[in-house]
């Protein structure tokens, strides 16, 4: 029997299946190939896998990546770099060590293999969509489960066709062509898609630039973004000293999408996403002359070769304006050794860049953060209100060709005006692994090996099961587009992570600075803490804190317009039931500080979902959508509760 034609995405899940139909089931589980974490939410997936008592790794590749918490003030980030290095040594896992690079620019040069599945303790893990990867972020704890050779749940796909054509103008990047995408189809609304990218301009785009562009597929919301491995991709592979691992995997003629959204490359112009969000998208023409005060270059979105080369081409003997600070962070050792080697660097130096550490630094408001009120444009995928580090700031997001023509004059600029060349593919890369350790033991690990634990590194709290009827209090309540930078922010507070009780102090600190003193009080009273949201709740990043903190005093309950996949995922995995509005007017009949009584919410779990809440304003329901194993983790009380 002849099979029906497939595209990219139905042949790598199709391989890859190993519960569900997507015929008829609406969760399909799916076996992954390779993991990899980074060290803000590496750690305390390592403590949860450890909790498993599994004796190595079951995955094909597992690497343990530092690129976040490299600044290092304080003893905390260290002890967690020696406990993931540590844990990497005994369970079979490759460390790659601080300075390194970042892990999802190193993970694409280095280990990404056509056709397989990733999972990432990062929610810009589908970055390994450029080179025909199906990569998806997820909590840690899934990670933790995938490691141990478990199968990772998604909801079953539907797939829209990104239908490229023609050729991008000089001047005119990936960059915007994901900005393109985002102005058609918002930061929400994409719960349950992934993205396939097709069409005759797929072939002009390098694999970085196809990374740029799966990289910010995660601001839509969809489940991941995936280009077709090619031509353009066993070319990367080969240059990366990795031909062995390319497979071509292209759709079949014929082959069927749930929906099509046609881009003619040669009309994208220049674009930017305005302050605060990678959905509020205009033209940088529309920007023309705004006066800038910094320029940030790099992070996993835009650090390769092609983008960092391409800066020091547009600032090549010229200067950056007086008042504007340049910054620029490559995305790893290979990408400053190419530039060192064909004096990238030293033009960078002369224009007046300061050069920082190959992370994610800037990204993350780890350091670098820009002064009151300032405008600052930086080519990362993300520029929610603070997340720099300062409140008042007004963040862009440009392409590297919009922030370098930018920065010799201190005002926004288009870039087409006087475009430089393109910058070739690479026939080869150098080659320095020297910074991956243990690839020789990885998957077996090393027998014996200590574990190093320092005062920063606490205990994973498990959940309890639901009870048959909860007394709550409405802890919070919050608006649209809340993201897991407001429940659990970064920053500064990033090196508590591996310390639960002292991280979640911080919990909804950038909304709230009393929740987490007013939650422990409901919780001593013996009453639950319910957050009522608005639209596209627990968008950005895929930190599972956002889920553990808020369990740990006491939520048992998001009740919300809607909820972003990723944070619904973790959500359940740690025992809050993601209950949705039924009417969304409803909103409006709950205030903060409202006692609420969600009689029955066990049994409303096992059963269809729906639960009569009683206010202090009247009756509402509201409705969980949930799969027959997503029942059971909320019932035990979360997934590590469950095991």
């Known amino acids: 029997m002849k099979q029906k034609p497939m595209n990219v995405v139905e042949k790598i899940l199709s391989a890859h299946l190993v519960e569900g139909d997507p015929a008829k089931d609406p969760e399909l589980g799916i076996r992954i190939d390779q993991t990899l974490t980074q060290d803000a939410t590496g750690t305390m997936a390592y403590l949860q896998f450890e909790s498993m008592d599994v004796p190595r ?73 450029g080179i025909g990867q199906i990569a998806i ?29 023609g050729k991008l103008r000089k001047g005119v990047s990936a960059k915007d062509v994901i900005l393109k995408v985002l102005e058609k189809f918002g930061t929400k609304g994409n719960v349950g898609w992934i993205f396939e990218y097709t069409g005759p301009g797929v072939a002009t785009l390098d694999v970085p630039s196809r990374a740029t562009i799966t990289n910010m597929g995660a601001e839509l919301g969809v489940t991941t973004s995936v280009f077709p491995s090619d031509a353009v991709t066993k070319q990367f592979l080969a240059a990366q000293g990795r031909a062995k691992d390319f497979v071509r995997i292209v759709a079949d003629k014929g082959a069927k999408y749930d929906d099509e959204f046609v881009v003619d490359l040669s009309k994208v112009e220049p674009m930017m996403a305005a302050p605060h969000s990678p959905g509020n ?63 990238s660097l030293a033009i960078l130096h002369a224009a007046g860049c300061r050069m920082l550490e190959n992370a994610c630094g800037f990204c993350i408001g780890a350091h670098m953060s820009p002064r009151t009120g300032a405008v600052s444009l930086r080519t990362n995928n993300r520029n929610f209100e603070g997340r720099s580090g300062t409140k008042s700031a007004q963040v862009y997001l440009v392409s590297p060709e919009t922030a370098a023509a930018s920065a010799l004059t201190g005002k926004v600029e288009l870039p087409t005006k006087n475009p430089v060349a393109a910058v070739p593919s690479p026939k080869k890369f150098p080659i ?72 979640a102090k911080f919990v909804f600190e950038p909304c709230d600075a009393k929740f987490h003193d007013s939650c422990l009080a409901n919780k001593e009273k013996g009453l639950a803490n319910v957050i009522i949201a608005g639209e596209s709740y627990g968008q950005g990043s895929s930190r599972e804190h956002a889920a553990l903190c808020p369990m740990y005093l006491g939520v048992k309950a998001v009740v919300a317009k809607s909820v ?15 209950f949705i509005f ?62």
């Not at 601080?98 to 397989?116: A, W, Y």
């Not at 840690?140 to 796909?157: R, S």
């Not at 202090?616 to 983790?633: N, T």
């Open 137 to 165: 972020g997820a909590g840690g704890i899934d990670i933790a489960v995938a490691m141990a050779g478990g199968a990772f749940h998604i909801p079953t796909p539907k797939v829209r066709a990104i239908v490229l054509k």
């Open 432 to 503: 320095d692994d020297a910074m991956f350790l243990y690839r020789k033991t990885a998957g077996k690990g090393v027998k014996g090996a200590e574990i190093v634990r320092g005062p920063n590194i606490a205990q994973v709290p498990k959940g309890v099961p639901l009870a048959k009827d909860l007394s709550a209090v409405a802890a919070i309540k919050v608006g649209d587009k809340i993201t897991t930078d407001h429940i659990m922010p970064a920053g500064a507070r990033l090196k508590f992570r591996s310390n639960i009780p002292q991280y």
């Open 281 to 343: 998208v205009v033209t940088v023409k529309s920007k023309k002359g705004l006066k800038v005060n910094q320029i940030m270059i790099g992070s996993c979105t835009n650090s390769s070769y092609r983008d960092i080369r391409t800066v020091a081409l547009y600032l090549k003997g010229k200067h950056v304006a007086d008042d504007v600070e340049v910054g620029i962070a490559c995305g790893s050792r290979q990408v400053i050794n190419m530039l060192a080697k064909d004096g």
């Open 57 to 129: 790794v079951k995955t094909d590749l597992s690497v343990s990546y530092v690129d976040h918490n490299t600044v290092q003030i304080g003893f905390e980030n260290a002890d967690d770099h020696d406990f993931l290095q540590s844990i990497a040594k005994k369970y079979g896992i490759v460390y790659s060590k601080c300075g390194n690079g970042i892990c999802h620019q190193l993970h694409l040069e280095r280990f990404g293999k056509p056709g397989t599945t990733l999972l990432g303790s990062d929610s810009h893990t589908p970055t390994g969509g």
């Open 582 to 643: 039924e009417n969304p007017k409803d909103y409006d009949k709950v205030a903060a500080g409202d006692k609420l009584e969600l009689k029955g919410i066990r049994a409303a779990v096992e059963g269809d979902g729906v639960l009569v809440v009683k206010g202090p304003k009247g009756e509402f329901k509201v409705k969980a959508s949930l799969s027959d194993r997503e029942k059971h983790l909320l019932l035990c009380g979360g997934l590590l509760a469950s095991l």
């Open 564 to 578: 972003e996949r990723i944070h619904r995922a973790n959500l359940i995995n740690f025992g809050i039931v993601p």
